[in-house]
């Protein structure tokens, strides 16, 4: 995912192109042929700095403790459990051994493979438009998956439409293309029922007819959500003899890998601000248009995301507690999405309202409050808007054709969350 970082952030409340402003003297006056340029009329003449042996090894150390983090959620995943990673100290799940290093491994290096290429097609492309960006740094984190992905830093000033989408564009459609055969490879390589009994041998007396023992009806676990791609391929190409019961998927470590990998995608093609999925739709529709739609799907987005926390059966002390922690969240994201904060925090007011609205009206429907922290980033960190390039020519045929892969592709890959 790039972050660009001197490009000027657009206010809020006016999404008309800025006009494009002339040229300097010192650079209009060079020969054309002195500047490699991608789009006429805009020419860099920086070289890309050779980044010191430290820079490579924060990089390396990132990659390196992202590795060991992902190989111990994998091996949690793999016990069936989203809690904290397996160090087997101050109360922690216990150390993994030797079967589990190996269905760690079987999780993180695929899905980090998909992490890394993703964020390479973002660095690629732009050192192809003359774009300054860093190496990619990968976020470990102790928790859940092991990672919060990765970032590049863009370095310089993005001029045009054509390079936004490009270099948004280029990361999630190379992770695309590295999860699909990931996952046919899982789907096609499966292995018999005896792994699974390995696993868990009190299922072996069973055998093939273990889920409707184990698991009778009404009965729920933590499992792997399928986005649609996903129940495609299994549809059309596993073995449903060696396919588990959906609460086993996730001691299946490459299937996790793929799904998770579907879902990274999926993620970053969020058609909202600064996220890929916003650097595309901008470069189809256009500053004005994009904006406008920005603004109702993030919106949307939290509508969804706070749906069921709060309703007129919810008890006293909980509107008491988190009531006004909840207020001042929905203050918080919204304060910059219209044009003053007063209408910032009418819009929280009636997001507010509406949920408890739907709440009351259909009890069963809930939200996925995990969004809210995403919501948060996107609120008052990477904004919600994407400002306008000063060559704001529109795209070609073939670019905006491939751009509405893209978004089929996020349909396809999309899921609210990835486990439930």
């Known amino acids: 995912m790039p972050f660009p970082e001197n490009t000027p952030p657009l206010p809020e409340f006016d999404a008309t192109p800025a006009p494009a402003p002339p040229l300097p003297?010192?650079?209009?006056?060079?020969?054309?042929?002195?500047?490699?340029a991608p789009d006429a009329g805009f020419r860099r003449y920086e070289r890309l700095p050779a980044p010191p042996a430290r820079a490579y090894a924060r990089h390396l150390g990132l990659f390196l403790l992202t590795l060991l983090t992902t190989t111990l959620a994998g091996v949690q995943l793999t016990r069936g459990d989203l809690g904290l990673l397996p160090l087997g100290v101050w109360g922690l799940p216990p150390l993994p051994g030797p079967g589990e290093w190996a269905r760690g491994l079987?999780?993180?290096?695929?899905?980090?493979?998909v992490l890394t290429v993703h964020e390479f097609g973002h660095y690629f492309v732009a050192r192809r438009n003359?774009?300054?960006t860093s190496l990619p740094y990968f976020i470990?984190?102790?928790?859940?998956?092991?990672?919060?992905?990765?970032?590049?830093?863009?370095?310089?000033?993005?001029?045009?439409?054509?390079?936004?989408f490009d270099i948004g564009l280029a990361g999630p459609l190379a992770g695309f293309v590295v999860a699909v055969p990931l996952l046919i490879y899982g789907f096609t390589h499966l292995p018999p029922l005896g792994y699974l009994f390995q696993v868990h041998p009190e299922y072996a007396q069973f055998g093939a007819d273990y889920a409707r023992h184990v698991y009778p009806p009404g009965s729920s676990g933590l499992t792997l959500a399928r986005p649609l791609l996903y129940?495609?391929?299994e549809a059309g190409l596993a073995d449903p003899a060696r396919m588990p019961h959906p609460n086993e998927l996730l001691h299946y470590p490459l299937l996790v890998a793929g799904a998770l990998s579907l879902f990274f995608t999926a993620l970053n093609l969020l058609p909202l601000g600064q996220l890929d999925g916003g650097h595309i739709l901008y470069g189809l529709l256009g500053a004005r248009r994009f904006n406008r739609l920005a603004r109702v799907l993030f919106v949307g987005f939290i509508f969804y995301a706070g749906l069921g926390l709060f309703s007129p059966r919810t008890a006293p002390s909980t509107w008491l507690y988190w009531g006004p922690a909840y207020a001042l969240y929905l203050g918080l994201v919204c304060w910059r999405a219209l044009p003053t904060p007063r209408q910032g925090l009418l819009l929280a007011a009636g997001i507010w309202g509406a949920q408890v609205a739907v709440a009351a009206a259909l009890p069963g429907v809930l939200g996925n409050p995990g969004w809210l922290v995403f919501g948060l980033l996107l609120g008052r960190l990477t904004g919600i808007y994407h400002p306008p390039a000063p060559d704001d020519r529109p795209l070609s045929p073939a670019r905006q054709w491939l751009g509405w892969l893209m978004v089929a592709i996020f349909v396809l890959c999309f899921t609210p969350s990835p486990f439930k």
């Open 25 to 36: 003297e010192v650079l209009a006056a060079a020969p054309f042929a002195d500047f490699w």
């Open 106 to 113: 079987g999780y993180a290096l695929p899905f980090l493979a």
């Open 130 to 132: 003359r774009v300054r």
């Open 140 to 164: 470990p984190f102790p928790l859940g998956l092991g990672t919060f992905g990765a970032v590049i830093r863009i370095q310089d000033r993005i001029f045009s439409r054509r390079e936004f």
């Open 231 to 233: 129940r495609l391929l």
